[in-house]
């Protein structure tokens, strides 16, 4: 396989994915943002913790989610926990905000 070759289905499996998004976004109530991923929830329950050393870390607790990773054949999760010492961003999608533009052609 040639690196044009890779590029290519990396290109494709990204674009799949952004398809997939824009036609599930509007099942979803949130969006949580972690570092290392991004996730569509209708229930989330953050929690900041702390360990024995006073370092704060939270603890991320997602029921009904689908899940922004491009490897990952099954998305959609029932439950999902995420602890990470970096921040965590929850926004609540208004109803406008569900409207993904159709700038791509299926």
């Known amino acids: 396989m040639s690196t044009e070759d890779l590029e290519n289905y990396e290109t494709d499996m990204e674009l799949k994915l952004y398809r997939e998004y824009r036609d599930v976004v509007g ?3 949130y969006v949580v943002e972690t ?4 996730y569509l929830a209708n ?6 913790r702390s360990d024995h050393g ?4 939270f603890e991320l607790t997602l029921r009904d989610a689908w899940v922004w990773d491009v ?3 099954a998305r959609f999760v029932k439950v999902v926990r995420v602890v990470t010492f970096k921040d965590v961003n929850v926004e ?7 409207e ?3 700038t791509l052609d299926d």
């Not at 570092?35 to 991004?38: G, I, Q, S, V």
Request: charged content about 30%; glycine content about 4%.
């Open 27 to 29: 099942l979803f109530s």
């Open 35 to 38: 570092e290392r991923r991004f």
């Open 43 to 48: 229930h989330v329950d953050l929690q900041a």
């Open 54 to 57: 006073g370092e704060i870390y």
């Open 71 to 73: 490897y990952r054949s």
């Open 92 to 98: 609540e999608l208004a109803q406008s905000d569900l």
């Open 100 to 102: 993904v533009p159709k």
